[in-house]
């Protein structure tokens, strides 16, 4: 029994590291511009697809694709905040539609040029297992990537509050008028958000790409989760969205092993309606949550 | 001999407007397919369709100057219902009939249009038996849940395992696979173990710790798709439980998973009606090959051959409902009826429900790269590795 528990709790840790990672690139976004980016998941799927081209055709690595991933999955981000930008009215509902639309386009072009397959990384060394005191399971890359997911959060984090442009961002999403006026250009503060979104969804691309298995549809799937764990973080709180992704992993991985499988998705669900009838905001919510 | 001339153009011209043998007969058959080639079932559906391709070039080589067949597809994106609105629009178009649809849940309601317009909706794509048991007339398929279980349960028969944990997704046709294979596991005293997943499921590690801790089985059976196989062969490989075999079912003993997944599938069980790389005898199977290769560049995979058997058979059933003159009056599936062929999925009848009784399907097992038939004992190729695990 307690074996079963401790593991259900430490695959949810790491469950919930891979849905922070996707999360997080949204709610960055969303604290700056204070629009949902619906085709974040498939920008991570984007860069899922970059490496497994690498890997397959070139025989490079996954983690050496990083960089390539990195410049088609910017390019495809500020392609994305490009047309954004050019909408002037009713901008959080007009965005929604665009980005929805954009998501369904590069589902579609990776369906063109990758075919439906499903595909995984055929390196050896990620899957092998990581066993923690004989009782807790994971697979290396699930590790792996965990702690360079933290690492890479704790270094947005840093980054929000200890660098100028950081500042520019939380200064932006507090009172877009007031940081204008101290001289923060709200455009070029914008596009570095979606970047540095581009940044995260690469890494959770390349983190999905070694761990789990990757199609065309699996973008749709990533940007309802990330939109849930956003959400129940309270909308655009970057420390929450890891405690808010890990607290889904672990309910969902609870409720596999003492429950059904079935049902893990609804009770991700059920936690994420209980917090918000308790909490509207969110776990950290509030309208300035970025500034935190 | 201006007489003899006029004579002679007479007749070539009797000739031609009666007609020289079966130019007069000449037709053009429009198909129709509704199949899933974006979504989640995107990958199968395009296999399918491949199959239906294979299908109507060769008719249309068998039947060269005499009849000409074509195929319209829409995509019903993998949703319900897109697939009936796909299923109206290509009746709109004029069909003779459909074939295709892949998922149960999507052929339920396009077959269910389909029947509401009299038009024969011929598949391969969904196993579970409501699909028949609703007893349309215009309804036909040539695979089954009964043919995928025999070939599960005969293959964990002769390998004597006591204890089964079941590992499925909970969609209608794997749940009634599934739940098929543990009430004739358990009639044969073999205890079974049940775990359903969703689709969701990425993280297999936990459900597969209570395998391993709870149930300790000797052989797990997995019953999903490419994907859930995936995750659950590497949950494994890191959970390594004490098990002799792991076997599935569709989707698992493919060239395209011992291409994709060497290090996963070694020593796998799936149904599979071909070995690979693919052994074809029979000169129909060497010619579909052939074709397939020609098409489309690769080996045929069990989606193909599917596709192919079923549209052929629709294929020889609309000629024969046309030359017997009751192709618009509702005759194709009478003609379906009478069908009785040997195929490259062996024998196909169809009963009153529009079933396929005589389907069975065969077990393969991924060795060193391959794929091996090895259930049953006379489609064999080779010998099975038992005991032994993909780790």
């Not at chain 1, 998501?103 to 050896?124: E, F, K």
């Not at chain 1, 893990?264 to 009838?277: N, R, S």
């Not at chain 2, 993998?78 to 178009?93: H, M, N």
């Not at chain 2, 995750?231 to 060239?255: H, N, Q």
Request: proline residues 4%.
């Amino acid at each position: 029994m307690l074996s079963l528990t401790l593991q259900a709790l430490f695959s949810g840790v790491l469950a919930g590291g891979y849905y922070a990672m996707v999360a997080v690139g949204l709610a960055l976004v969303f604290g700056t511009m204070r629009i949902i980016n619906l085709a974040h998941g498939e920008l991570v799927l984007l860069a899922a697809y970059v490496a497994y081209a690498a890997e397959s055709q070139y025989g490079l690595n996954p983690v050496m694709a990083i960089p390539f991933a990195l410049v088609i999955v910017g390019a495809s981000a500020a392609l994305v905040y490009a047309l954004l930008s050019r909408i002037d009215q009713d901008r959080e509902i007009n965005s929604l539609i665009l980005t929805f639309g954009l998501g369904i386009i590069l589902t579609n072009a990776v369906l063109m040029i990758w075919a439906a397959d499903i595909h995984s990384t055929t390196a050896p060394w990620f899957q092998e297992s990581v066993v923690v005191a004989d009782t807790l399971f994971a697979m290396r890359s699930e590790v792996v990537f965990f702690v360079g997911g933290l690492v890479l959060m704790a270094g947005v984090h840093g980054w929000l509050n200890h660098s100028w442009q950081g500042r520019a961002v939380r200064a932006l999403s507090s009172n877009r008028n007031a940081a204008k006026l101290m001289g923060v250009n709200p455009r070029r503060t914008e596009i570095l958000s979606f970047l540095v979104a581009a940044l995260l969804a690469t890494f959770a691309g390349i983190a999905i790409y070694t761990g789990k298995t990757i199609f065309p549809s699996l973008g749709h799937v990533m940007t309802v989760k990330a939109f849930i764990i956003t959400v129940l973080a309270g909308m655009g709180s970057i420390p929450g969205v890891l405690i808010g992704a890990v607290m889904i992993g672990c309910i969902e991985s609870l409720t596999v092993t003492y429950v059904s499988a079935s049902l893990q998705e609804l009770a991700g669900m059920i936690l994420f309606l209980v917090v918000l009838f308790v909490m509207p905001s969110g776990l950290f919510g509030g309208r300035k949550a970025i500034a935190r | 001999m201006v007489r003899m001339t006029g004579l002679m153009t007479a007749a070539v011209a009797l000739t031609l407007a009666l007609g020289a043998p079966g130019v007069a007969d000449a037709k053009d058959y429009l198909l129709g397919s509704q199949l899933p080639l974006s979504g989640n079932l995107a990958r199968v559906g395009q296999g399918m369709s491949e199959g239906i391709a294979v299908a109507v070039d060769l008719a249309n080589k068998q039947y060269a100057g005499k009849h000409t067949f074509k195929v319209t597809t829409i995509d019903d994106e993998t949703s319900p219902a897109k697939g009936v609105a796909a299923v109206e629009k290509l009746i709109a178009q004029g069909v003779v009939a459909l074939t295709g649809g892949y998922g149960s849940n999507i052929i339920g309601p396009a077959s269910e249009a389909a029947q509401k317009a009299g038009m024969v909706y011929m598949t391969s794509g969904g196993v579970t038996p409501d699909l028949t048991g609703r007893g349309y007339k215009t309804f036909f398929r040539i695979n089954n849940t009964e043919g995928y279980a025999k070939a599960m349960i005969g293959l964990l028969g002769d390998m004597q395992v006591k204890k089964v944990s079941v590992v499925y997704l909970n969609k209608e046709a794997t749940s009634n696979l599934a739940k098929q294979v543990q009430a004739d596991l358990t009639a044969k005293g073999v205890t079974v173990g049940m775990h359903e997943f969703d689709g969701a499921t990425s993280d297999f590690k936990p459900l597969l710790n209570k395998v391993k801790l709870q149930d300790r089985p000797d052989a797990i059976a997995m019953v999903g798709y490419e994907n859930d196989y995936v995750g659950v062969l590497r949950a494994a490989k890191v959970l390594k439980p004490d098990v002799k075999a792991v076997v599935g079912v569709w989707s698992l003993a493919t060239a395209q998973m011992a291409k994709e997944f060497p290090d996963l599938m070694e020593n796998v069980y799936g149904t599979s009606m071909l070995p690979y790389p693919v052994e074809f005898t029979q000169p129909e199977a060497i010619e579909f090959s052939k074709t397939y290769a020609r098409l489309f560049n690769k080996e045929p995979d069990y989606l193909g051959q599917f596709g192919y058997v079923q549209t052929k058979l629709l294929i020889e059933a609309v000629l024969r409902a046309d030359e017997a003159g009751t192709l618009d009056k509702g005759g194709l599936a009478d003609e379906l009826r009478k069908t009785d062929a040997q195929t490259l999925i062996g024998r196909v009848t169809f009963d009153e429900k529009g079933d396929n009784p005589n389907f069975s399907h065969r077990m393969g097992q991924h060795q060193q790269g391959k794929v091996v038939l090895v259930w049953p004992p006379e489609a064999a190729n080779g010998k099975m590795n038992f005991p032994a695990r993909p780790w």
